[in-house]
């Protein structure tokens, strides 16, 4: 049985030969190609054998296909179908879709752990850093230039930890903007303090109530000063800028806090200390 093709579109054989196709084809048979477009044997160009190259991909915009008797016939597209692959669990290795399952397969396997290892903006990240500490049991009133710690024992006083490191362990830098300073006591009478700040750990020549004096001249990296002057029903706060500077650059990821009394503040028993630490990180 032969068949009546008309189409337009465009043929193309993998040795390279392509021909525009608007025109009526007429396969014999015997699988022999004939049409208006190239007649006899030879097809927009292409000869028998040049169409019958397998495979043969082939675009056409319009395409039907009758009987001998002119009655549409149905088409199934095998070649279309072996190239693109079946919908299965396991699709053929060379077709689009098993190819696509294999890329998925590979991507299922990507961890991405935390690091430096990446793509797009990463720093530009406002973060604030808290810690606290609690004075000791009395009403000791401070004098200008006193340590405001958690002991009145030297080797006992704990200085306050900020983690502002973008990443633990491989930090990118950043700018440490502002402090604030948050209490539970409500007086803000002489309630000026001066928050040092250390990238190392200091140790404390006295305690509580004693002059603030430290080592760590090489780890200092500066000062806020900040004053309470906001009261509420639970307390009062404040907010301070570098003494130096708009300010202070930081390389390292975690940094050492103490407070120095800059008024003659008379504390609360047991008063709780809280600085936050507002940093822009790289």
Request: with cysteine; hydrophobic share 40%.
């Amino acid at each position: 049985m032969g068949a009546t093709i008309p189409a337009k579109g465009s043929v193309k054989t993998p040795n390279g030969f392509e021909a525009s196709v608007q025109a009526v084809m007429t396969v014999d048979p015997d699988g022999n190609y004939a049409g208006s477009g190239g007649g006899g044997g030879n097809y927009g160009g292409l000869t028998n054998e040049q169409l019958r190259a397998s495979p043969v991909p082939v675009s056409i915009a319009e395409l039907e296909i009758k009987n001998d008797a002119g009655n549409p016939l149905p088409v199934k597209d095998d070649e279309a179908l072996l190239r693109f692959g079946t919908v299965e669990a396991n699709p053929g290795a060379n077709t689009i879709l098993g190819r696509l399952k294999s890329i998925a397969s590979a991507l299922a396997g990507l961890v991405l752990g935390a690091g430096e290892a990446h793509i797009g903006q990463v720093g530009g990240h406002t973060i604030r850093a808290n810690a606290s500490f609690v004075r000791p049991a009395d009403t000791a009133a401070y004098a200008i230039g006193d340590l405001v710690a958690n002991s009145t024992a030297s080797g006992a006083v704990v200085p306050m930890t900020f983690v502002i490191g973008r990443v633990d362990g491989a930090s990118k830098g950043g700018m440490i903007r502002r402090a604030r300073l948050r209490k539970t006591g409500t007086s803000i009478a002489n309630a000026s303090f001066r928050l040092h700040l250390y990238v190392a750990v200091p140790v404390a020549s006295n305690g509580d109530n004693g002059a603030w004096l430290t080592n760590g001249a090489a780890s200092y990296v500066g000062s806020f000063d900040i004053t309470c002057d906001k009261v509420f029903t639970d307390g009062a706060s404040g907010n301070g800028l570098p003494s130096i500077g708009g300010e202070i650059n930081f390389t390292a990821d975690t940094y050492y806090g103490v407070l120095e009394a800059r008024g003659a503040y008379v504390p609360t028993n047991a008063e709780s200390f809280t600085v936050t630490l507002e940093t822009l990180q790289n």
